[in-house]
């Protein structure tokens, strides 16, 4: 009897530093419970802020998501946008190039998300609402059988207390090995959830390396779906390039002349010419020419007339000052000066030689001049010195159209203002511009390309090649009249000699 009592007691201390230690082993295991809770919230949070990134809808299937993308929308409008404007217009051209490519850069991000979400969005869902949540269950359900062992091994620890203040013991006895079994039973239980709540969490943190890969996959999978995106975008800018640069309707104003000139194919800047046409039949006579300054809104009209092509110009050859002025602005708002600005240094060089030294310098550099601002200089002086022999008339002899023109045509490329540069240069441009106006045919004796049709028909010329109906010019006898001792030849003027 002692002896069995003995026994008992002795199970009964082993169980009770076997709960002790059980205490022990929950609290260490509840720190780790905190800390794959806190991955869990982490994961959770970053796939719903993923998931709200991605601009189809998640789990459709691929035809369904690509119609739903914005950029699919996108390119539907474009290439609805550009059939109705037809391929006569730019824009309506660019429109169904670009829809095109937004429509191909769509394919791509629904192939990206689709990615993204199988390798990326599924695991880290099946860790944040899956994996860690079993974990977690398991920590809850070992809690659980903890209690039921401890309340096991109470009862039992009571019984064997009954045996000694008993007077039946062998029934006590018997009742005490019930209780024991139903220890043991209880701890074994214990055991087996210890056991599969360890080797979860073992495994958890053995694949951590796994789960951090998921980022790693998102970052390469947006670099693909970037690199292809780009490779895609580089492959449609050259051709949609080509369409911007062959379309010939592009502003003159601002526009540097060679790209003018290439762009149009012509000899002459349209500005130019077509103001010149205009004054030769109206602004001769007109007092202050290039002086006086016109109306803001008539010469912000013509601007943009001669900027769309139009040939439309009528009612601008009553207002000849309205028609100088966009000449002057044409000159002004060139990118580079007419006569240029590698030769600014020369220009100012010549001006300061000796009056009998300076004609000389000044036709050395002004044949140094690029094939086309030359073409376009001389045709403009020539111009500028039929102007002056009317000056009795308009008050403008070469001295005055050189300090009202001259700063157009010759800057320096500093910075500051157009008045300070112009400042800066009016005192030498005019030394330079002066007898270059005085002396037009000893410059340029090789005449002048002046075209032999009115401005109405420059401006036919333009959108003829547009597939517009040109409009008839007038004939030669009046281009003779207004250029004086100059013979037609249908296609140049050239001094009679």
Not at 58 to 85: C, F, W, Y
Not at 434 to 457: K, M, R, Y
Request: aromatic share 6%.
């Amino acid at each position: 009897m002692k002896k069995q009592f003995n026994r008992m007691k002795q199970l009964a201390n082993q169980t009770v530093g076997y709960a002790k230690d059980l205490f022990s082993y929950i609290l260490s295991y509840a720190q780790i419970e905190r800390r794959m809770e806190l991955v869990r919230v982490v994961s959770h949070n970053t796939h719903k802020r993923m998931v709200s990134c991605l601009q189809g809808h998640i789990g459709a299937d691929a035809e369904k998501r690509h119609k739903k993308l914005p950029l699919t929308a996108l390119s539907q409008a474009m290439v609805e946008g550009g059939n109705q404007l037809g391929e006569e217009s730019l824009i309506g051209k660019m429109m169904e190039v670009c829809g095109e490519a937004e429509n191909r850069l769509a394919s791509e991000l629904m192939q990206h998300e689709l990615q993204i979400e199988k390798d990326v969005l599924d695991p880290l869902s099946q860790l944040a609402e899956v994996d860690i949540p079993n974990i977690l269950k398991q920590r809850k359900q070992l809690a659980k059988l903890v209690l039921d062992y401890d309340s096991a091994r109470a009862r039992w620890l009571q019984a064997t207390k009954s045996i000694i203040s008993g007077t039946n013991t062998q029934a006590l006895t018997a009742k005490a090995d019930l209780l024991k079994e139903e220890v043991d039973e209880a701890m074994n239980k214990v055991e087996l959830c210890k056991d599969q709540l360890a080797a979860d969490m073992y495994s958890f943190f053995s694949k951590e390396g796994d789960y951090a890969r998921f980022f790693v996959t998102l970052l390469e999978a947006q670099a693909d779906y970037h690199r292809k995106s780009l490779t895609l975008l580089e492959g449609v800018l050259p051709t949609i390039q080509a369409q911007q640069d062959s379309w010939t309707e592009k502003p003159a104003f601002g526009t540097g002349l060679d790209e003018h000139l290439k762009r149009s194919g012509r000899e002459i800047a349209l500005p130019i010419e077509a103001c010149v046409m205009m004054l030769l039949e109206t602004g001769m006579k007109e007092e202050g020419l290039f002086r006086i300054a016109a109306g803001a809104s008539k010469l912000k009209k013509l601007k943009a007339a001669l900027d769309c092509s139009t040939s439309q110009l009528e009612e601008f050859y009553s207002d000849p000052h309205a028609v100088a002025g966009a000449l002057k602005s044409y000159l002004r708002e060139l990118p580079e000066p007419l006569m240029t600005y590698q030769l600014y240094d020369e220009w100012i060089q010549a001006s300061r030689q000796d009056p009998d030294k300076r004609l000389q310098a000044l036709w050395v550099v002004c044949d140094k001049l690029p094939k086309n601002n030359k073409t376009n200089l001389r045709y403009l002086v020539k111009f500028l010195a039929k102007l002056a022999q009317d000056s009795e008339v308009n008050k403008m002899t070469p001295s005055n159209i050189a300090i009202v023109l001259g700063p157009n045509l010759l800057w320096a490329k500093t910075e500051g203002s157009l008045a300070e540069m112009a400042a800066a240069t009016s005192v030498h441009v005019v030394a330079i511009m002066e007898p270059i106006i005085q002396h037009a045919d000893w410059f340029f004796p090789e005449g002048c390309i002046l075209t032999s049709c009115t401005v109405n028909a420059v401006m036919a010329e333009v959108l003829r090649n547009h597939q517009h109906h040109p409009l008839p010019a007038r004939n030669h006898v009046w281009l003779q009249r207004k250029l004086g001792p100059f013979k037609c030849d249908c296609v140049t003027l050239t001094p009679i000699k």
